[in-house]
T-cell receptor
Framework: AQSVTQPDIHITVSEGASLELRCNYS??????LFWYVQSPGQGLQLLLK??????LVQGIKGFEAEFKRSQSSFNLRKPSVHWSDAAEYFC???????????FGKGTMLLVSP | ETGVTQSPTHLIKTRGQQVTLRCSSQ?????VSWYQQALGQGPQFIFQ???????GRGNFPPRFSGLQFPNYSSELNVNALELDDSALYLC???????????????FGEGSRLTVL
């Protein structure tokens, strides 16, 4: 069965600093991978997705992620964090057959002034 | 384009009661999935509906049931509520076509259920 691990429960970054959120997945075939963001009391918003092709994918709000098959990783990055980026971030992998996702437990991003 | 809408946004029930949550899918989408997100956890897949039939289910007991209607809206029903059912329930819609299933989901803002 597929699984997603987000090793960092909380991360604090200074505004303007760079960000990298880690995600490792376990899946037998070529994965479909996603990053979602959730602001307090809100649903999930898709930041970016990887299906195939170029391993560096660009998303909304200046985020990017790199798929590394050899490391089973799909880390999310942003060169300069804004205070409005404070939220919880979820990495997810698509289950085979259905359009359902398996999520990690999330990483809470805190942005300090 | 209308996004995914859910109702109610918040509700409180007592143990043993039953609850129905509702979801209107995004315009043009034909598949609805439901997820349970407990506090401090990632969303967990409950089930998915396609063409008004359940076509995938996570590790949830039969007291969690659902419906999808011809207009692709959906309901999630939970019977015999337990304290551990307290969570944010998220509905997500998608467009699924045979051989073209990317898994990209569009989520509503959720219904927060508290069981006392």
């Amino acid at each position: 069965a597929q699984s997603v691990t987000q090793p960092d429960i909380h991360i604090t970054v200074s505004e303007g600093a760079s960000l990298e959120l880690r995600c490792n997945y376990s899946y037998g075939a070529t994965p479909y991978l996603f990053w979602y963001v959730q602001s307090p009391g809100q649903g999930l918003q898709l930041l970016l997705k990887y299906f195939s092709g170029d391993t560096l994918v660009q998303g909304i709000k200046g985020f990017e992620a790199e798929f590394k098959r050899s490391q089973s990783s799909f880390n999310l990055r942003k060169p300069s964090v804004h205070w409005s980026d404070a939220a919880e971030y979820f990495c997810a992998v698509k289950s085979s057959g259905y359009s359902t996702l398996t999520f990690g437990k999330g990483t809470m991003l805190l942005v300090s002034p | 384009e209308t996004g995914v809408t859910q109702s109610p946004t918040h509700l409180i029930k007592t143990r043993g009661q039953q609850v129905t949550l509702r979801c209107s899918s995004q315009s043009g989408h034909n598949t609805v999935s439901w997820y349970q997100q407990a506090l401090g956890q990632g969303p967990q897949f409950i089930f998915q509906y396609y063409r008004e039939e359940e076509n995938g289910r996570g590790n949830f007991p039969p007291r969690f049931s659902g419906l999808q209607f011809p207009n692709y809206s959906s309901e999630l029903n939970v019977n015999a509520l337990e304290l551990d059912d307290s969570a944010l329930y998220l509905c997500a819609s998608s467009w699924v076509l045979a051989g073209a299933n990317t898994g990209e989901l569009f989520f509503g803002e959720g219904s927060r259920l508290t069981v006392l």
